[in-house]
């Protein structure tokens, strides 16, 4: 009965897709097959998913990818009934995560000229365009480079849209034995799988960690350590929990001691563990982060580009962001950002050349852990309009063209690979740390900054509004805007 009943639903399918949405009225079948769907189905804590696996197997469903050491399963399935028919022993909770996946941040790029990315300045480092790279001097990149540049055995996971491997600042950065696509959820490692499709996101944030000195375009903050592409951003732009789940584990278990995570995972940008459709996504995260952490790893963070109190939150109305937008009143501090609000990870806001915070950069006392460079191209003119090179530059991939170059992009995603760096300078300089103390060294041996006096904003002539971008500051020596201060690359290895 079962049998033939699965024969039905693939066949109702098959038509289904060739007519669009045709079958319809009282002859569709009752139970009519859907759309292939991603689910995340949990065993319970600690327990195998042996039981779990055949319950989906017996629920219409497809296992595509197991993890194992967190009690988690990927898996596919037509059938509309699945999550209901897959719930029961050895199963603690299921949830889809269709409409679950959250668009990257993409960020504008602006490109600098090949020519200028080629003419040497004579600059301490040697790198020509070096003198654009305002951010290094800010955390005291060239003295970390007279002391080191890090070490090859420290590789860092960039969690993103891939990296472009034909980079000239980055081909010779990358751990290729190490880069994996987990679109999907599912590993991927060949070249072609883990290089940039739709988005060069992954490859500026890699730039900034890493690229190489070498006479060419820019210096990274650690260039003497690799990264490794863990390409989690689909064709179509979105970061589904699935992939970000095989990423975490992917870096754990091949040896990567940071991770670099510029974007959100799920559609809400704030992620209610005591909302039911979003409790098991919260929990396979969490458990994923909780295993990259226990193999040694420190997982950094974007705060986010919403000028959003983090540490006061009472309405979302942005989310979901591939959906019809809802407005869900009274969010608690349940409802948590992720990854940058989960435990151990290192939430990062961003600053501007000036040294205060950027005008979009989310903030939260008791959030933000600590500050870097992200760029805020909009301070000079109050707002009116946009100086790009105020932003960071970096390495960069033109998705038309195919052609690597450099340019420049703001946002917390450009903050988070500076202290992604700097931490792997530490690394590099102390490589015995563990996580938490290497947290930990990173805030103590941070700059701290003061909160700026009454409401912030320097951006009052910016097109959505004159107090669109108020943001106000709370606590001491550590404070909502900045954290624990802006990261210093030299302090992290003198
Ligand atoms: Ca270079
Ligand atoms: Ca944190």
């Given at each position: 009965m079962n049998n033939?009943?699965?024969?039905?639903?693939?066949?109702?399918?098959?038509?289904?897709?060739?007519?669009?949405?045709?079958?319809?009225?009282?002859?569709a079948p009752a139970a009519a097959a859907g759309p292939?769907?991603?689910?995340?189905?949990?065993?319970?804590?600690?327990?195998?998913?042996g039981k779990a696996a055949a319950r989906v197997?017996?629920?219409?469903?497809?296992?595509?990818?197991?993890?194992?050491?967190?009690?988690?399963?990927?898996?596919?399935?037509t059938n509309p009934d699945f999550a209901a028919r897959v719930a029961g022993a050895g199963v603690e909770s299921v949830a889809s995560t269709a409409g679950l996946g959250t668009a990257l941040d993409e960020g504008e790029t602006v490109e600098v000229s090949a020519a200028q990315a080629a003419d040497a300045t004579g600059d301490p480092t040697k790198e020509p365009l070096y003198g654009q790279q305002w951010d290094m001097d800010m955390i005291h990149v060239p003295q970390a480079h007279a002391v080191t540049t890090g070490r090859p055995d420290v590789v860092v996971g960039v969690l993103d849209s891939g990296i472009s491997s034909t980079h000239p600042d980055l081909a010779t950065q990358i751990a290729k034995d190490k880069s994996t696509s987990c679109v999907g959820g599912v590993t991927d490692t060949t070249e072609a799988a883990w290089n940039p499709t739709n988005s060069d996101h992954g490859t500026h944030v890699?730039?900034?960690?890493?690229?190489?000195?070498?006479?060419?375009?820019?210096t990274g903050v650690a260039p003497g350590v690799k990264v490794a592409a863990v390409k989690v951003v689909n064709d179509d732009g979105y970061i589904f929990p699935e992939a970000a789940v095989c990423g975490f584990l992917w870096a754990a278990d091949h040896g990567m001691r940071l991770t670099n995570n510029s974007y959100y995972i799920d559609p809400w940008e704030l992620n209610c563990r005591n909302d039911a459709r979003q409790r098991p996504v919260w929990q396979a995260v969490q458990r994923a982060i909780r295993y990259s952490q226990s193999k040694g790893v420190l997982n950094v963070a974007s705060a986010g580009n919403s000028n959003y109190d983090l540490a006061h939150k009472i309405t979302d109305t942005g989310s979901p962001n591939n959906g019809t937008p809802e407005e869900r009143e009274n969010l608690t501090?349940?409802?948590?950002?992720?990854?940058?609000?989960?435990?151990?990870?290192?939430?990062?806001?961003?600053?501007?050349?000036?040294?205060?915070?950027?005008?979009?950069?989310?903030?939260?006392?008791?959030?933000i852990d600590v500050t870097a460079p992200g760029g805020d191209t909009r301070?000079?003119?109050?707002?009116?309009?946009?100086?790009?090179?105020?932003?960071?530059?970096?390495?960069?991939?033109?998705?038309?063209?195919?052609?690597?170059?450099?340019?420049?992009?703001?946002?917390?995603?450009?903050?988070?690979?500076?202290?992604?760096?700097?931490?792997?300078?530490?690394?590099?300089?102390?490589?015995?740390?563990?996580?938490?103390?290497?947290?930990?060294?990173?805030?103590?041996?941070?700059?701290?900054?003061?909160?700026?006096?009454?409401?912030?904003?320097?951006?009052?002539?910016?097109?959505?509004?004159?107090?669109?971008?108020?943001?106000?500051?709370?606590?001491?020596?550590?404070?909502?805007?900045?954290?624990?201060?802006?990261?210093?690359?030299?302090?992290?290895v003198k």
């Open positions: 033939l009943r699965r024969k039905t639903l693939a066949a109702a399918s098959a038509v289904t897709l060739g007519a669009g949405l045709a079958v319809t009225g009282g002859l292939e769907t991603s689910y995340l189905v949990l065993a319970p804590q600690g327990a195998t998913t197997a017996a629920a219409d469903g497809t296992v595509v990818a197991a993890y194992d050491q967190i009690g988690v399963l990927v898996a596919r399935s890699a730039g900034t960690i890493a690229a190489a000195i070498n006479g060419v375009g820019v501090n349940a409802c948590l950002d992720l990854p940058a609000e989960a435990p151990g990870v290192v939430t990062v806001a961003a600053v501007g050349p000036t040294g205060a915070k950027s005008y979009y950069s989310s903030y939260g006392q008791g959030v301070f000079r003119t109050q707002g009116a309009r946009s100086t790009s090179t105020d932003g960071i530059l970096s390495t960069t991939f033109n998705t038309v063209t195919r052609t690597n170059g450099w340019g420049y992009k703001q946002g917390t995603s450009m903050s988070g690979p500076h202290a992604t760096g700097v931490a792997a300078l530490a690394l590099s300089a102390h490589p015995g740390m563990t996580p938490g103390q290497l947290s930990s060294f990173l805030e103590r041996t941070a700059t701290a900054k003061p909160c700026p006096a009454g409401v912030y904003n320097p951006v009052p002539l910016i097109p959505t509004g004159p107090n669109a971008y108020d943001a106000t500051c709370s606590g001491g020596a550590r404070n909502g805007f900045y954290g624990a201060g802006v990261v210093d690359a030299y302090t992290v």
